[in-house]
């Protein structure tokens, strides 16, 4: 190879970075906006030109948002509590499920997973109804127990684990099971070890969008002790959106904040988790 | 080589551990068994959860359901309505048209970007790089609503560049014709980050040798994406089209933040004439009825998809 | 509207009558035991409102556990119904439910509320609240709600805008084409051409719109609230005259889907069609603000909508429900509506309170426009109504559809809701 190519090759690899920079910093800047928001008093919220900077820092929105009648620690702890019981629940119930339609062989498996599979296609405003009027039958209303509940597996969930077991080499199960180990301890000791980036992968996925359900939690959650932090908003938002956008801005500042940090403690496993996913060999 | 695996394929739904392992009967049953009792957990609550609700939708769109005002079975009639209103017509073609759109963007934007990445940088920037596209992915949309709604607004902040540099400046939202175009916009922003790691990740699996080979036969970059790249990947782009077009039929959120499915009819999508009929005007078997319709054509543009799979797709 | 009719006599007695005797036993703690579950709705305010009000009813029913459940009416009052209709059908109603009138004929209608006659007759709280608004908790001559605060539009403007233009306050009486000027005069723009300040916010609200209907004597439905009135050409009238405050003005942008609340606390639209709710924010924002009445074409009638407390059908516990309710429309509970501001109280004593009239200048205001005002219309199917009309609306005020075609499209969908509505009703 001429020194020439060599050299244009680096100068495109130096265009790419620039113009990946350029278009990393417009995808930040709605967040740089959202923040810096958040410690500006509403009266400057719409200065021209816009400031994606915090050009005071002003922390009485955040207080603001703490002295609301709206109990917003108990509404945290709700939206942690729905979190981790849907992210357990589904690393659990899928990787269980999972296990079975890539390891093991059994009468209507495949016609099994395809039924599955088609509950991908329903979106939560076609099911959302029948579980309302049923959970309103049963007392689960107002109970953040009941969104955790509906959420407990999910085909995705069981169609992703499914594709990163397929991906695994099946030598250690076989060998275990020549050993006449059960298929409990197939999965608990040779399976599950091995899939712990893409649990981390499924983990963070299932976090973040449990921890981002809207409008099932407006259907099901309408009591201030009960509702989950996307419905704290809407009422910090007001009557028709009259509250003041800086104290709803610093509200959500907080309830990004953990998604952000478990997404960078997480980075590491979740690329690594996507990319172990059936599609290397 | 090992066989390489679609992420949709047959091939994938048939394969077995022991396929190959000896069938022998006894061994059999208690697979069948163990097999049964893992997939149990997760059957009953998508059972519950998903099955039973549709069915109940299924079963609600033949009807008048109003308990207080007594509810009766109207047969057809809440299908003919749909199929008979000029709206529908309407709505059905802004989510065919968000479907294509958005479905193209993110996904071509979400190759590009895996492919920009996938080269030799410094790993801070690579760190720094996946954090900025994929974390809208991570937020909710309801967040960053308020956020767009005014970047995108008539005197907003887009707005404000464009004129200050002396462009024209643009009705984003407030004009029929770049209503659903901006809001595809947003939703690239908002989920291409989420095709960038998938691809990232199939990125990795093109075998280096063959593209090492390439290179020293002084194949050109453009052929090598074309003739290596591409088709190596391609179950992997197969799927990501299919994810993202069963999400874009369903669009709701995307629409409903930026235009609630304004100016007048122009960008309404059926997941938000759904929401609208069943909660916002308690028409509930009529919305039902749009549910149906809904998911059928969800499973035909899938069926579709597949099929034409078979030809395009080299596994 | 304002006059004392038979029953607003008759009811001020009955409360002078039942004064003393309930007096003796306020104090007296009761108890009863039990839960209330209460549905309120709106934001902030509100909810320490009702707050405030269960910590009252507790020293009285120490044994009676009250929750409250918060809807902030998000995405307008078409969901609160469903949510409401969803609860009765699946018999996990609420005792106490908080509305506005938006939703009384659908409630009332399919029979879910407490007909409250006699606790209204009882109760001498309510012998000063404004008697056309519980003539309009009525229906069938019946009444199933009280009505505990209100809202009428007014227009809000930037007094420092007006200042800085050299502009006269508006008074009473200004007419449509004075306020059009007006509006025109407040738009300043920048070198680039780019709009820094808007003279108006043309609304994106059903419930804003309305005084510009009523302004010029019609209204989007016919006066009973039963069919379309869109091919009216005053309707039109209306409509042309906000797309040209738009389109050929250029003091307002086209309405989107979020309303400019915080544009306006931020000083950069000058006027805006709101009630009072928007006060509390004004006032901490330190805004120079003031409210005059929207102006005349040929009335000078505005919109009303009020929020009001209702009982479930068959709630249990009566009478704790009953003192629950009469807490949460008690004088305490208004004044607090007043001393927060976000609505007007519907005891006229408590919009007395100097707390109340300290902001903004015009505070009074609200009431004395009162006897100008009518209802937002509100048929049963007002969910469907809202949605066709804004639906239109908004095609028109984007310049997408023609006016007379939008009005005649219009037209023929409201008239098919209220043909499905009278055969659900029959």
Redesign the interface.
Known sequence: MGITTRQAARWVDWAIIVVMAVLGIFMLLPFAWLISMSFRPVADAYKMPPSFFPTTFDLSNYAAVLNSSVPFLQIYINSVEIAVIVTVGQLITCTLAAFAFSRLSFKGRDTLFFILLVGLMFPAQVTILPIFLGFAKIGLINKPIGLALMYLTSSFGVFLMRQFMLSQPKVLEEAALMDGAGYWKIFWRISLPQLRPALSALGIITFTQTWNYYFQAKVLLGQQNAMTLPLAMDILRGYLQSGNLSVVMAAMSMSVLPVILLFLLAQKFVIEGVTMSGIRN | MPRRRALLSERDLLQTMTDTAAPRSELRSQQARAGYLFIFPAMVLYLTFVLAPVIVTVVLSFAYYDPQLGSHWVGFDNFKRFFTDPRSVQIFWNTLRFTAMAVTGNVSVGLLLALALNRAMPGWLLYFFRLAFFLPVIIAAAFVAIVWGYFFQDAGIFNYYLAHLGLPTVRWLTSAQNAMPSIVFMDVWKNTGFFMIIFIAALQGVPRNIMEAAIMDGTSPWRRFWRITLPWISPVVFFAIVYASIGALQVYESIWILTKGGPGDATRSMSINIVEQAFGSFQIGYGASVAVVMTVVILIITGVQLLLSRRLVRY | MFKLNRRSFMLSTAALAATSGIAGRAVAQSDASGTIRI?M?????D??NT?NAIARFNKKFPNVQV??????????W??Y???V????????QHDIYGTAIETFQ?FA????MEPIDDFVAKNPNYSDFAPALFEDCKYKGKTYFVPTSWNNIMIHYNRDHFDKAGIAYPKTGWTWEEFREIAKKLTIK?S?????Q?GYEVPN?N?FIQPWLFSNGTGALNDDWTASNMLDPRVAESLQFLHDIIHVDGSA??P????M???Y????VSMIN?GH??IP?IR????NSDVAIPPTKVNDYTVVGFGAIGIAKGAQNMDAVQAMVAELTGPEAEADVAKSGSSVPGSKAAAELPEYLAFPPSAPLFYQTLPHTKAVPSPA?F??VE?IFI??Y??I??D??SIPDACKQADAELNDSFARLKA??S
């Open positions: 549905l709705n709106g934001g902030d305010a909810l320490a707050n929750s409250v459940d918060m809807d902030p009416i998000s995405t307008g078409g969901d119904v469903t949510k209709l969803g609860e009765f059908a699946s018999n996990s659908t209608s399919r029979n879910i920048d680039s051409g780019t709009v820094t808007w609200q419930f942008p086209i989107g889907t979020d309303t609340d915080n544009q606390l931020a000083g950069q709101r709710w928007v924010n901490n924002a330190k805004l199917n969910q469907e949605k639906r239109y908004t095609a005020m984007a997408e559809m659900s009703l």
